[in-house]
């Protein structure tokens, strides 16, 4: 390591030399690839480009294009929807902008409509393309149009914009409701742009879907007809992701031309310290060792954390070692939802200007948003895609630079599986995006929406499907008016108020310092909140220890007072669920298979004060906080009344089977869907009062459900396989966190019931 005043700092090949031939780091670094630098591949610029541009591009340098560019710029040119799917920071944003600003040129009433999933991501295009149209020295109107933008600036943005940036958020609340104030842009609406395809998964995308069709009913009335640009990160299916949100045929365009320098991708697997448990030194504090190597180094970088707490936890890890290295802790910072606009808005101009050297952040910094061009990423744990994954990575390297991105694993079974299969994340994603936009609950949601903006004919298709039932149903409920051959909205309510595209929360909860004038000083959404704020939690903000005194739930307030402690809380949360519709059931030999709706409820019930470094448990305390309940999708299986004797199973081993059943099946499942680790849960029930049956139980965990407990319905077979190979291949004696669980929480059989169950289900 480098000694503290050290002048001269290493480079990152050479740190990288010190890590593989350290002792205590090389030998646990699993896999090392070199990936070789790329050289760029260049195209002509089509020739029915304005000279304009053309002129803008000379100055800037650019006198070819990438070959995608060229590519999807010609397409676009030829009418065809088309989505580019190539890595971060290849230029994409020239595959929009170039085709929209030319056909503004040539036609100064076109219009166009960007969306991008987040109100930084907007001003990131924002500040380029107003760049560019000043170099071309134009009258094209640009403006962003979101819950920031003042009263006094939307009449300018409604009539002059020539190119409107937003977020799906204010297009379902703040756009389409109010349509005859937007005349001008759907009249003349040209192109619509989607920046980050492939974020919009699961409820986000199923919304998003609803909402297209609900924008491409308004231009339909107002006689346009736009055409879509959509950009994605790699993921298996971009084409039959950007044709399900958008309703329409699309191309897809991936022949990539950007270059990039030399990158390294290493996969370090922290040591085991107890062989029989299988478990291994904590990934968060490896994270923060193999990051001071390049931080003391003057080698920026940026860790990214799958929880906000461990944010918080590693950024006070990195700032203790600055100042024990006589460094300024404030190079370090960390990076989440919850902190303000402005906090995130000087993280990110610091990481530009370079005056911030190291960043700890959640995926909210995965991505587009211009942070430059970083030398490291290094990401704890797996993110729950191989797209995530290599958008992260991304993150460091400059196009002819050496970079280099680490993945440090931890101890979960999905982890351990990546750690010895490197090629799952260098190959093809394997992941596709998942959406429901027929999903009935988002479906009727946005009807309403739909009624509301304009009325309904009689025979009149939403996305492609007649919807009289669905009609007439809102008419019985007193929503819509049928009045000749057309339903009127009716009801005093503003439907699209009440529909959130993100989640089924309320709002979000406020976090006040109560020492400070009730200062603001972060924020929770709605079904964290028992998690993260209840009384006596510790709430880490950027570093800063505060102990919630109290919780308004009512009120959506929580308060805070400053504290100085050596530990942080982690709360417990208990659950049940009940069976509301089976959808789809069949008999496979002796197991019962069965998809359908249930209804998951939950309360946190304790808390565990864990000391920090050291992770001990230092004590514990109740949660007294209402139930909170969430109806959603699952598919279960249930297998015979007398399984424990079928297996020579005790009821202790049949109990713990089923545990460590829905234990590997939750953590292996993500592998084969484009979700957040977060967004499955398992649940298994010994005598289940639905099925009274033993039964394991996978559901969504978001209200509504979006697909993935059904895509996993449809792959159970190679799910439970998948599950077996893993518990049979840990060399554990009886459970650890690689495989079913600890056997502390097994007990001693676990390991053997899980995979005697495991067996029994891949028969079937």
């Not at 006198?63 to 995608?68: N, P």
């Not at 890890?317 to 370090?332: A, N």
């Not at 009935?440 to 007649?466: D, N, Q, T, V």
């Not at 808390?607 to 305390?621: D, I, L």
Request: glycine share 8%; aromatic share 8%.
């Amino acid at each position: 390591m480098p000694k503290a005043g050290e002048q001269l700092y290493l480079s990152l090949e050479q740190v990288l030399d010190r890590l593989r031939t350290d002792s205590d780091i090389g030998e646990n670094i699993v896999h090392w690839e070199v990936i070789p630098p790329r050289p760029a591949q260049f195209a002509d610029p089509p020739g029915t480009l304005d000279p304009r541009l053309s002129g803008v591009l000379a100055r800037r340098g650019i006198t070819r294009l990438y070959s995608h560019q060229t590519t999807a710029i010609e397409a676009v040119a030829a009418g065809k929807n088309v989505v580019v799917v190539t890595p971060t920071a290849s230029g994409k944003t020239l595959c929009y902008n170039l085709p929209v600003l030319d056909a503004i040129l040539k036609n100064p009433s076109a219009r166009a409509l960007y969306m991008f999933p987040t109100k930084a991501l907007s001003q990131d295009q924002l500040a380029e393309l107003h760049g560019f149209i000043t170099d071309l020295n134009e009258p094209i109107s640009t403006y962003t149009f979101d819950g920031d933008t003042p009263q006094e600036a939307r009449r300018r943005v409604r009539h002059s914009g020539h190119i409107v940036i937003t977020n799906p958020d204010m297009l379902h609340a703040g756009v389409l409701p109010h349509h005859t104030h937007w005349i001008k842009l759907f009249e003349n609406l040209k192109y619509i742009v989607i920046d980050e395809l492939h974020s919009y998964r699961g409820v986000f995308g199923s919304h998003l879907g609803n909402v297209l069709r609900r924008l491409k009913r308004i231009c339909e009335f107002y006689g346009s007809k736009p055409q879509f640009i959509l950009c994605s990160a790699t993921i298996a299916n971009p084409g039959e992701l950007a044709a399900t949100i958008t309703g329409e045929p699309v191309v897809t365009v991936d022949n990539n031309g950007a270059p990039s320098g030399q990158k390294h991708f290493l996969i370090y697997n922290p040591p085991v310290i107890n062989e029989q448990l299988g478990i291994r030194r904590s990934a968060l504090n490896e994270t923060s060792r193999i990051a001071e190597w390049f931080l003391l180094n003057s080698i920026q970088t940026i860790c990214f954390i799958p929880y906000r707490l461990n944010v918080e936890i590693l950024l006070t890890y990195l700032k203790e070692s600055f100042r024990r290295k006589g460094r300024d802790p404030e190079l370090i910072k960390g990076y989440r939802s919850g902190y303000r606009p402005l906090e995130r808005r000087a993280i990110e101009s610091g990481l530009r200007d370079k005056s911030v050297l190291g960043v700890v952040s959640t995926n909210a910094l995965e991505l587009g948003i211009d942070i430059g061009r970083l030398d490291v990423s290094i990401i704890t744990g797996y993110p729950g895609s191989v797209a995530s994954t290599w958008q992260q990575a991304g993150r460091a390297g400059r196009r002819q630079e050496t970079s280099a991105a680490i993945m440090v694993a931890n101890s979960s079974a999905i982890c351990q599986y990546l750690a010895q299969h490197p090629q799952y994340l260098l190959g093809a994603s394997p992941e596709a995006g998942i959406v429901d936009a027929d999903n009935l609950i988002i479906l009727m949601s946005h009807i309403r929406c739909a009624a509301f903006e304009l009325p309904f004919r009689a025979g009149e298709l939403f996305g492609g499907h007649p919807i009289g039932e669905h009609l007439q149903y809102l008419e019985e409920h007193g929503i819509l008016r049928r009045s000749g051959d057309r339903w009127h909205w009716m009801a005093d309510t503003y439907p699209a108020s009440e529909v959130s595209l993100r989640s089924a929360a309320p709002e979000n909860f406020v976090i006040l310092d109560e020492s400070d004038k009730s200062r603001v000083i972060g924020e929770v959404d709605y079904f964290s909140a028992p998690v993260y704020i209840f009384p006596d939690a510790i709430y880490l903000h950027g570093a800063e220890q505060y102990q919630i005194t109290e919780l308004d739930w009512d009120g959506k307030r929580a308060y805070a007072k400053p504290v100085e402690v050596d530990y942080y809380t982690d709360a417990e949360v208990k659950r049940e669920l009940e069976v509301m519709k089976v959808d789809r059931a069949f008999e496979a030999g002796e197991v019962r298979y069965a998809h359908g709706d249930v209804r998951v409820t939950e309360a946190a019930v304790l808390f565990k004060k864990v000391r920090f470094h050291t992770h001990e448990n230092m004590g514990s305390g109740r949660i007294h906080l209402p139930e909170q309940e969430m109806h959603t999708t699952a598919f279960w299986a249930e297998l015979p009344v007398n399984v424990a004797a079928i297996l020579n199973l005790s009821g202790d081993a049949l109990g713990a089977g089923l545990r460590g059943v829905a234990n590997v099946v939750r953590q292996i499942a993500p592998l084969w869907l484009l979700c957040d680790p977060r967004d499955i849960r398992s649940l298994q029930q010994v005598r289940s009062p639905f099925t009274e049956r033993p039964t394991l139980f996978v559901y969504d965990a978001i209200p509504a459900g979006v697909g993935f407990a059904e895509k996993l319905f449809t792959i159970r077979g190679e799910l439970f396989r998948a599950c077996l190979d893993l518990v049979k291949g840990c060399g554990c004696e009886a459970g650890c966190p690689t495989c079913v669980g600890p056997s502390g929480e097994l007990g001693t059989s676990g390991k053997t019931g899980t995979r005697a169950l495991l067996e029994f289900l891949a028969n079937y």
